[in-house]
Every structure is written in C-alpha cells, then in structure tokens.
C-alpha cells in the first residue's frame, strides 16, 4: 500500500476474497487518476502475484476542501473542513494528530476526538 501510495494513488484498500475454483485471495482496489494507470500496473504486478489486471474509469465528485489547525487543551488537531455550494458541510480532525495526542495523553483516541471537535470552532 505505501509503495502505491508513494506511486501516485488516491486510495487503496484490501478485499478478502474467494478467487475461482474456491481458491482465498484478496481485492486490490486502487483509485487513481488515469496518466497514472501504467505506473501503477507496474507497481502491483512487481509486488503482487497477481498475472492481471482490471481498470475502468468512472465519474468522481469532490467536494472543495481546505485543512485548518485547531488549538486544544492537549495540543493542536489539524482539521479537514468539506465545503459544497460555499458552505462547511463537514469537520473532520485528521486521526493521526488524535491519534498522536492520545498517546502522549495516555487516552483513546476515541476520547481525543470529541476534545477535538468541541474545540473547533465553526
């Protein structure tokens, strides 16, 4: 997944499975943007064992974004806020900053979270 990651894709994730002829395997989703698709290829057929492969393109829709860094008790949570139509529509605190924080505060991330939110200020 790094090695995709550091190759150019957007998101990637693992699917367990069953192959033909019952056989286990696992899905490897990968979104990317198309200039990117031949480098990718030959990402996942040098590291997997896979012999093929499937691609399509399909329709995708962002929402405008922006990161924004938000002061709490435990320190600073850096934020994604999603706009559509000019308005915040979502607030999300990047879980590697909750994550971090709880650690160092010896708490759930879980807890980190809520601080986090009742800190951000719309």
């Known amino acids: 997944m790094e090695r995709l990651h550091a190759a150019g894709e957007l ?3 693992y699917v367990p499975g069953q192959m ?3 056989r286990p395997g696992t899905l490897l989703p990968v979104v ?11 990402v996942i057929f040098r590291e997997t064992t896979t012999i093929g492969l499937r691609h399509y393109e399909v329709a995708r829709e962002c929402l405008q974004r922006e990161s924004i860094s938000v002061d709490t008790p435990l320190g600073a949570v850096r934020f994604k806020i999603a706009y559509r139509d000019g308005r915040a529509i979502n607030a999300v605190p990047e ?3 909750c994550a ?3 650690d160092a505060h010896q708490m ?3 807890e980190v979270q809520a ?3 009742r800190a951000y200020q719309p």
Not at 32 to 42: D, F, G, M, S
């Open 115 to 117: 601080i986090a939110l």
């Open 20 to 22: 033909k002829k019952n």
């Open 100 to 102: 971090r924080l709880a």
């Open 32 to 42: 990317a943007p198309p200039e990117k698709r031949q480098h990718l290829a030959a």
């Open 95 to 97: 879980f590697e900053d």
């Open 108 to 110: 759930s991330v879980k």
């Open 11 to 13: 998101e990637v994730f």
